[in-house]
């Protein structure tokens, strides 16, 4: 976990920085509050002995001397008396009113908040002890107890309260706390001399003393001397002088006389004055109380001060400390907060760079403006730190930058005229060995000879559109051009005559439309590339579709094939090239094709789009604009159909070339005659139909010997007449090798939509 820690990359440089400048902080503050803390708690404990002695140390008191006068007269009542009686029950009720304010006061909200987790302790086992007092008072009104009994019950009690006392009393001060041990050990030395008092003036007024109690008395004596000898060790000196006092009068000697007889087994119990005792005991505790009183209000009047000095102490030291903290934390602030200003002013060069300027850079250089390194990157200023010398560093990794593509851009301008060059020359000479084969063509009578030679213009027409993808690679445009509108069908029979297996390609008619002029070219080069992709991957039995149909945004060309198809990534690739055309990379050289179509296609707003085909393999949407199309008559944009007509014949009988097509259907005689055609029915141009009849026979002009002559002999056949057979019979010758062709093939022999139009100017 501290690995990951302090290995998060995630972490802002602020972050970083601040903690590497205010960690030495963090453990001084700490320090800082520990001695704080340990200095404030002694001066809050010393404060909070006031308090605590309110709360809980007086309500206890209270009631512990109410609980031993009861005690005293409860062991007197098993003596008998109405008097001892009638005492009892005034002092019950004394001690329930005493029980009642010690249980309000313990119970407050601010004693409750008070009160260590200690005292609650003791306040427990003094709330439990409390719950005896009923029994207890009615085992003393049944008199089921002995006098030892009753004093041991209500001393029980009274035990309790004394733990209650030294939780409230504990001081952190040694002196302090030594002082309030004392006072405590008075007050129980005094419990002690309470009980003997008590057992001995009930066993006064019942008239002598057990065996038992004499026992019992012998060690309360025992007890009590000894309690007073460990509380008055540590006497303050003037307590020490009014403790010695109280064990020089005259009452306290007599009451240890009595006591040193009683303490002597051997002997009989002495007689004891009761007036005598009673006078001399509540002479001898009140001197004890005054002197326990005097103890206690000098230690709890010595914790003022104390504390007090405890807070100036705390004060000096503190104080001094927290100013160095702070002193110390400012200067980290500030330090830190210059360091990370030239940071992240840095980081934000690096980002404006990395994002914002070299991307310019590229693209000014892409289309062809000069950059001035210089200018674009400012030369490095002066070095005055760390920090300088790592901008001036990036500032020179950003002018290498720069250059560097300033050279590629001449070097890849380079190249583009080099390919440009080749280009422009295969294209020459290609154009000069099609305008040349089309002449020996012409010339051809042999069918072995034309389909030869067929064949070369075939492959000449590919070589050729090659050649025009050196002239996009370099980014120019091939010299191919139409002014004019080319039917749509002209021009997919063009782009299918530069495929290498143009025989598996079906081309379903379009409708008569065309395409203008300026795109004639790119698009025939584009749907070429598209049909070769899907010959190259389909088997050879299967055949490639191609169909167009006009839709309300353009006019689509899907182009269908049933290959292997290609997986769903590398198809969302595709589209994602074919949307957005990168620029040439040597290193995908095999798709080269796809990167053609996608500049092909920008160039004209053309959607390219891939998909794949119910068939299994893929289905190329090509969406020619609508500006593109236009009426092939009119010459006006082409408007879309509100629904598309129904064929009068299946598709495959109008599939060209197709061998399987059927025969045409014979026509009937009304439409040959030129007469109305029902609804159902397409008119059919029948020839001559509307030419003037004597034009409809041409005259047979007829030579001597001929079959036929009427005479010895006829003129001779006029020159232009026997011209006019001549073009006939070798137009005738041509049309019969076409057809012948054609039979076998599904795509013309032409090449281009030349015979629609002669084609513009050739830029190359």
Do not use: C
Request: charged share 20%.
């Amino acid at each position: 976990m501290p690995r990951r820690f302090f290995s998060q990359q995630s972490w802002s440089i602020r972050s970083r920085v601040m903690l590497l400048l205010l960690a030495p902080l963090v453990p001084l503050l700490g320090m800082w509050l520990f001695s704080t803390t340990v200095t404030v708690g002694p001066a809050a404990n010393l404060l909070d002995v006031k308090s605590g002695v309110d709360m809980f140390g007086t309500p206890a008191y209270e009631l512990v001397s109410e609980l031993q006068a009861e005690r005293a007269l409860s062991m007197r009542f098993l003596s008998g008396g109405p008097v001892v009686a009638t005492e009892l029950g005034t002092q019950r009720a004394e001690t329930d009113m005493a029980l009642a304010e010690f249980r309000r006061l313990t119970g407050s909200d601010d004693a409750e908040s008070a009160a260590s987790p200690l005292t609650r302790q003791h306040l427990a086992a003094v709330g439990k002890a409390l719950e005896e007092l009923p029994l207890g008072r009615a085992v003393v009104d049944t008199r089921q107890y002995d006098r030892v009994q009753i004093m041991r019950l209500y001393s029980g009690i009274i035990d309790k309260t004394f733990g209650l006392y030294g939780s409230v009393s504990g001081l952190d001060d040694h002196e302090l706390n030594r002082q309030a041990g004392t006072v405590i050990a008075l007050t129980e030395a005094r419990e002690l001399y309470a009980r003997e008092n008590a057992l001995i003036s009930a066993a006064i007024a019942g008239g002598g003393m057990s065996a038992a109690e004499r026992s019992e008395a012998v060690s309360l004596i025992g007890l009590q001397r000894r309690a007073h000898d460990t509380a008055t060790r540590y006497l303050h000196p003037d307590d020490a002088v009014h403790y010695t006092a109280i064990l020089d009068s005259a009452a306290y000697l007599r009451m240890r006389a009595v006591e040193d007889r009683l303490a002597d087994l051997g002997r009989p119990a002495p007689a004891i004055d009761a007036k005598q005792w009673s006078a001399d005991y509540a002479t001898v505790d009140g001197k004890l109380y005054e002197l326990e009183s005097a103890t206690a209000s000098r230690t709890i009047d010595a914790t003022m001060p104390a504390a007090t000095a405890i807070l100036v102490r705390l004060g000096l030291a503190g104080g001094a400390g927290l100013i160095a903290i702070v002193v110390l934390a400012l200067v980290s602030f500030r330090v830190a907060r210059s360091i990370i200003r030239r940071i992240n002013a840095l980081r934000a060069q690096a980002l404006h760079v990395a994002e914002h300027s070299l991307p310019d850079v590229v693209a000014r250089l892409r289309a062809g403006t000069d950059v001035d390194v210089d200018a674009e990157v400012p030369p490095p200023g002066a070095v005055d730190d760390e920090l300088n010398e790592l901008e001036n560093a990036f500032a020179q990794v950003q002018r290498t930058a720069v250059a560097s593509a300033v050279q590629e851009a001449t070097l890849r301008n380079g190249l583009n005229q080099v390919f440009l060059n080749i280009g422009r020359r295969s294209q020459v000479l290609l154009h000069r060995q099609l305008a040349l084969l089309d002449a020996m063509e012409r010339r051809t009578t042999d069918p072995q000879d034309l389909e030869d030679l067929y064949r070369v213009d075939h492959l000449g027409a590919r070589m050729r559109r090659h050649a025009e993808d050196l002239v996009i690679l370099a980014g120019a445009k091939p010299g191919r051009g139409w002014r004019h509108p080319v039917p749509l069908h002209d021009v997919m029979r063009s782009a299918v005559s530069e495929v290498e297996e143009f025989t598996r390609i079906t081309v379903v008619p379009p409708q008569e439309l065309a395409l203008r002029g300026r795109a004639v070219s790119d698009v025939i080069h584009l749907l070429a590339e598209l049909l070769e992709n899907a010959t190259a991957y389909s088997p050879r039995d299967t055949h490639v579709t191609v169909a167009g149909q006009l839709l309300p945004n353009g006019y689509a060309v899907e182009i269908e094939d049933r290959g292997v198809g290609m997986p769903a990534s590398a198809v969302d690739e595709a589209n994602q090239r074919l949307a957005d055309p990168p620029d040439f990379d040597p290193a995908h050289s095999s798709r080269l094709g796809l990167f053609v179509v996608a500049k092909l296609a920008a160039r004209h707003g053309v959607k390219v789009t891939l998909r794949p085909s119910p068939y299994g393999g893929l289905t190329a949407v090509v969406l020619l604009p609508r500006e593109l199309v236009v009426d092939g008559n009119t010459s006006t944009p082409a408007q879309a159909p509100a629904a598309p007509p129904a064929l009068a014949t299946p598709i495959a009988a109008l599939t060209t070339g197709s061998p399987t097509a059927p025969a045409a259907a014979p026509v009937p005689a009304d439409v040959l005659e030129g007469g109305p055609t029902t609804e159902a029915e397409l008119p059919v141009r029948a020839p001559q139909t509307h030419l003037a009849a004597p034009l409809r026979e041409e005259p047979v002009i007829v030579l001597d010997g001929e079959p036929g002559g009427t005479g010895p002999a006829s003129p001779v056949r006029p020159a232009e007449r026997t011209r006019s057979i001549l073009t006939s019979l070798l137009a005738g010758a041509h049309r019969g090798r076409s057809a012948a062709a054609v039979s076998t093939v599904p795509a013309p022999p032409a090449d281009t939509p030349a015979a629609a139009e002669p084609p513009e100017e050739s830029t190359s």
